[in-house]
């Protein structure tokens, strides 16, 4: 199962700017809307990218269920595919921006921007940015121009792809680099292809060498590529992303050992605890009450 139904997955759908395929929600506008297929304040996963700039107050969010403090200042990465929620009973204001896969593909064929990798695979990576006052004014500058631009009858797609890639990158500026998350252009087409390929046959095969056979290319070769864009090798990163699942659903659905196993694809149960423990240094079933005493 690729997409277990106990997670709820939000699509980007805003007819208005299909063109720009972004969105600058305020996150007071966002408590108040009846969202009828999710709530946003319980674990949902996410087929876009999502950033979350804090203008005022103080609260948390939690990202693949860890929690984040949030106050003024703060900028919030949170990766396509990625599990979230909001906590609507804090103080915190700000804005929601919202984008795609295709609008970041529109903006690197216009301008050059560091490309979004799934970083948050890389055990040092931290998807919080907290901003120097300096930055903080100029990064609310564009946050607003943003909110303007896109809040127009017919917005340009153009101003926003410059507006957004500025604050991108003054974002980056203040944010640590993981270690080889630099990816190059002429690479970044073959990453994108085998992380689309993992998160629809990571239930299938966790073999390296398969994925580079389905990618018509070599194990080197792939290794290379992964390791430019996250630091980490293809081996890792299949195991970074299966794990991360496997907490998910754990989490989120409240399943058994037997009955992940048999979801994600692993012989039985007790493949499934080994492969685990081996990478998390807990049991599934330790993990789950772990979280449920720290929720």
């Known amino acids: 199962m690729n997409s277990p139904s106990s997670i709820p997955q939000v699509t980007f759908h805003n007819p208005k700017l299909d063109s ?26 996410v087929s876009f990218f999502a950033l979350l700039y804090i203008t005022g107050g103080r609260g948390h969010h939690q990202v693949d269920f860890v929690d984040y403090s949030l106050h ?18 804090s103080s915190l204001e700000g804005k929601l921006l ?17 490309n979004y990798t799934p970083t948050h695979l890389n055990p040092s990576y931290n998807p919080l940015i907290r901003l120097e006052p300096g930055t903080r004014q100029r990064c609310d500058n564009l946050v ?50 085998f992380m689309g390929l993992l998160q629809e046959r990571f239930t299938q095969t966790r073999d390296a060498n398969w994925y580079a056979q389905q990618l018509h290319t070599t194990y080197k070769t792939l290794n290379q590529v992964c390791k430019q864009a996250t630091g980490q090798t293809a081996k890792q990163l299949i195991d970074a ?55």
């Open 241 to 295: 992303f299966t794990v991360i699942e496997i907490k998910r659903q754990l989490v989120v659905s409240q399943s058994n050992s037997q009955q992940l196993a048999y979801q994600l694809g692993f012989e039985d149960a007790s493949n499934f605890v080994k492969y685990f423990k081996k990478h998390t240094q807990q049991t599934p079933a330790q993990f789950q009450r772990c979280f449920g005493e720290s929720a």
């Open 72 to 89: 003024v200042g703060d900028a919030l990465v949170i990766q396509r595919e990625q599990v979230h929620a909001f906590s609507f009973s």
């Open 98 to 114: 919202v984008f795609t896969q295709a609008f970041l593909d529109q903006v690197h064929a216009n301008m050059r921007l560091p």
């Open 144 to 193: 607003a121009e943003l909110t303007t631009e896109t809040a127009l009858a017919q917005p340009d797609p153009l101003i926003t792809m410059y507006l957004f890639s500025a604050l991108s990158l003054m974002l980056r500026r203040q944010q640590p680099l993981v270690n080889g998350e630099q990816l190059a252009n002429t690479r970044s087409e073959a990453f994108s292809r």
């Open 20 to 45: 720009a395929e972004l969105e600058v929600i305020d996150l007071s506008a966002l408590r108040e809307r009846n969202i009828e297929d999710h709530n946003p304040s319980q674990a949902h996963r």
